[in-house]
């Protein structure tokens, strides 16, 4: 890997202290080494920098971004990336962590090293989802993690209609459906009874959420497949939700279309510790 260049974008966690004191120290690290930080616009106040930009901004200019906390807060970045290669370095300061993989022990000698150039990153694919209503797009979105259509409290049973490519799969009388990546695997898919799946396979994975009909159990597909799924309960209350962070209340009718995007996340790899060891420590494999 080549060094990395003059412009750092750094994204923090918003509303924790602690997050901002280390964000802090890192701008003032940063600044030692004449670096020009690209700060998020809701928490640059936070890390005593006048001007801050969007993530979006941020992405575009960056020739590495920084991230300081959980992995919600850097799914909300991933979910910016564009078709310019920057690589992320995720900081775990959350509960869980399986995407952000450096400690704070080891975050300034591991960045130490990312700026000389001395790193390897993991492509991870996202998926591009476009929402269609009436015959016409209404949002095309990029998700690193999962796309879920979800009933709310008081809805019925839903019905979804799911093809893959020109093949009808089957129609879910389910709560929900969640169409994973293999990062995602280990998010709300699991929690639902999906499979870890390895981030470096490609495919996709589909788990419905409580489905009316035992047999329908998850499924592995190819992401080089297309996926459709089409709403055909008239609820009201039915909502698509992009890696949890952001919903688009559904109609009847309403066709969500998956595929995988051609754009990927860079995520730079710990030194210190494998995919396998995340999930053992995460996941409390080989505890009594």
């Known amino acids: 890997m080549q060094k990395i260049g003059q412009n750092i974008g750094l994204v923090i966690k918003r509303n924790q202290p602690e997050v ?4 802090r120290e890192v701008v003032a690290w940063l600044r030692q080494r004449g670096k020009t930080i690209w700060a998020e616009d809701n928490t640059s106040h936070e890390i ?3 001007r801050g930009w969007r993530k979006v901004e941020i992405m575009q200019r960056a020739d590495l971004t920084i991230v300081l906390g959980g992995d919600g807060t850097l799914l909300s970045v991933a979910r910016r990336t564009n078709r310019r290669e920057v690589p992320i370095l995720g900081v775990n300061l959350g509960d869980l962590g399986f995407l952000t993989e450096t400690t704070t022990d080891e975050f300034l000698a591991t960045l130490e090293r990312v700026l000389e150039g001395d790193y390897e990153v993991e492509r991870r694919s ?5 929402l269609t209503r009436d015959n016409r797009p209404v949002g095309v979105f990029q998700v690193l993690n999962d796309v879920v259509i979800n009933k709310g409290a008081l809805a019925r049973i839903l019905d979804l209609e799911t093809w893959v490519e020109e093949q009808y799969l089957c129609t879910y009388k389910a709560d929900g459906l969640i169409v994973a990546t293999p990062t995602g695997s280990t998010a709300y898919s699991l929690s639902a009874g999906g499979p870890i799946i ?3 396979v490609g495919v996709v994975v589909l788990t419905p959420i409580c489905p009316h009909t035992l047999t329908n159990r998850p499924i592995i597909l190819s992401d080089q497949t297309d996926i459709h799924v089409i709403l055909q309960t008239a609820e009201e209350d039915v909502i698509l939700t992009l890696d949890g962070q952001e919903g688009h209340p559904l109609r009847g009718g309403d066709r969500v279309s998956i595929q995988r995007s051609d754009i990927t996340v860079s995520l730079i790899k710990s030194p210190n510790r494998t995919y396998f060891d995340v999930l053992r420590s995460k996941l409390r494999w080989s505890e009594r």
């Open 198 to 200: 390895d981030p470096a």
């Open 20 to 23: 901002a004191a280390l964000g």
């Open 48 to 50: 005593g920098l006048s």
């Open 126 to 130: 996202l998926l591009q989802t476009t």
